[in-house]
């Protein structure tokens, strides 16, 4: 075909073009509601091709690093990855029958275990949390006087932390490092479900380490981990947690992190099965299989996430000029939890309204399996001194709790007029239900209904059978707004409903209190 047909069959598509067909599928809407918000900033649906430098330093190979728990160390250690990352899973015996001397372990808790590790042992480690500590001040003495410090921005998102905060920690670390001498840093960076946004946070962290260097006048050594967030993950639900690890490992793998890990799926669940299996294979099959490596740059050209990459690293820069002002990152901690509190806040609000959707845990729930979730402990609950710093900050630990408590419980769904008028919204209350561990029947028996029908309906047969329910003892929920009946709902009893963007997890919870 000649290039001049090529045009004639498939013409350049122009803006003006391109927003007429969104207008017409946005039916009135304003194009600003599809601008999101990623990594606290917001961004368009569309952009143009730009001639941005940036890009990213591609490894030829990513070495994977295992993430074993002690009953399953000794045979996944068999064939020694190239380091090994323990948690406070781990006590001072299980260390000394499963490592070598000279391994290379990457601690997961408190400088302590680095400390005796190094010390009793002789092993060589890096410790990765003291979090929401400076560089320097999360690393032990023997590390700082060599000149190398860890920077676990990993533990900022763990906590709360968007995208901007967490390079900024990094940022106003190794600042902090830099003036204490260091000269090598081992970041760890956070990778999420959202795969755009990791791979342009990597990218940003690129030039966010420039600007470092040129403003320092110094330069130094950076190893850059990746490693997959279990902030996302759901205990009850586990397996779709390996959907969400895939995409955080895929990320990776494109954005070009030194080395990386996958975390186990069941990682949130008191018995494992096979998680680290799957997540030590996942990133072989992906690298390997998948061939996501061949491809040198895989995302280049991408306008959409050369603005993500330039919007972050902005955003990062002027949060650690601001933490700068304050005295550097040790002396604005307090002003940083201030940040993540009001993180956590928002995401669990938008949990909780199902704003954002959490599959398993706040909608589409499969099959629900209350499991027991895995005691983490804090280094001064722990015998040996070992011990998580602290619990992810998982916006679905209402929806969990709720689920945990409402196992067994029966709710009632009772129809208003024909199936067909109202099957969407008997839909939705049945997801909702499960969702929240009930178990939904299609009768009225249970001591609370939910009542499901169509907006003209309700003033009829609707508010009649709310009444009847009512007399008869039941508590009745309503699927919908009340709009203007919600005076004749509440004459006859009603005064729960749920709807898109009501807090049907505050909803729920009530109700669980008046079941029987």
Known sequence: ????????????????????????????????????????????????????????????????????????AISLLSQRYDRVHISADWTQAQCRATFRAQDVVHVDTHPKTGAFLDDAIGWISTVFHDPFLTGVSSVDEHHTLLGYVSLDGAAWELAGANATEELAAIGAGVLEGLRAGATSFHLRLALTPMVFESIAKRRALDA?????????????????????SIRTFSAYDPFTNILRSACSTAAGLIAGFDTLTAMPHDWRCATPSDGTRIAANLPHVLREESHLLRTWDAAGGSGYL????????????????????????GAARETMFGRLQTNQAASARAVATRKTVLVGVNDFVDALEITALRQLHRPSESSDGLGDPFEPAFAGLGWEALARR??????????VGE???????????????????????????????????????????????????????????VAGRPGELEAGWNQNGVSDFVYIGADVLAVLSQLLEAHP
């Open 306 to 329: 050369e603005a993500l990459t330039d919007g972050l690293a902005r955003a990062a820069w002027e949060l650690i000029l601001d933490l700068e002002r304050a005295g550097g990152l």
């Open 208 to 228: 966010i380490l420039g600007r470092i260097q040129q403003w320092h006048g110094t330069s130094f050594d950076d190893h850059v981990h990746g490693l997959t």
């Open 419 to 477: 199936l067909k008028r109202h099957k969407a919204r008997r839909d939705y209350v049945e997801r909702l239900l499960r969702a929240g561990g009930f178990s939904p029947e299609d009768s009225a028996e249970p001591h609370v209904v939910f009542l499901v029908g169509h907006d003209e309906d309700y003033p009829t047969d609707g508010l009649q059978q709310a009444k009847e329910l009512t007399a008869a003892g039941h508590r009745v929920v």
């Open 1 to 72: 075909m000649t290039a001049q047909k090529l045009d004639d069959n498939f013409p350049t598509p122009d803006r003006s073009t391109w927003e007429s067909l969104v207008a017409k599928t946005l039916a009135g809407k304003d194009l600003a509601s599809l601008d999101h918000e990623i990594g606290g900033q917001r961004f368009s649906p569309i952009y143009a091709p730009t001639a941005s430098t940036l890009r990213p330093r591609m490894a030829g190979t990513t070495a994977l690093v295992a993430v074993p728990r002690p009953a399953e």
């Open 406 to 415: 409402a196992q067994g419980k029966a709710v009632g769904i009772v129809g």
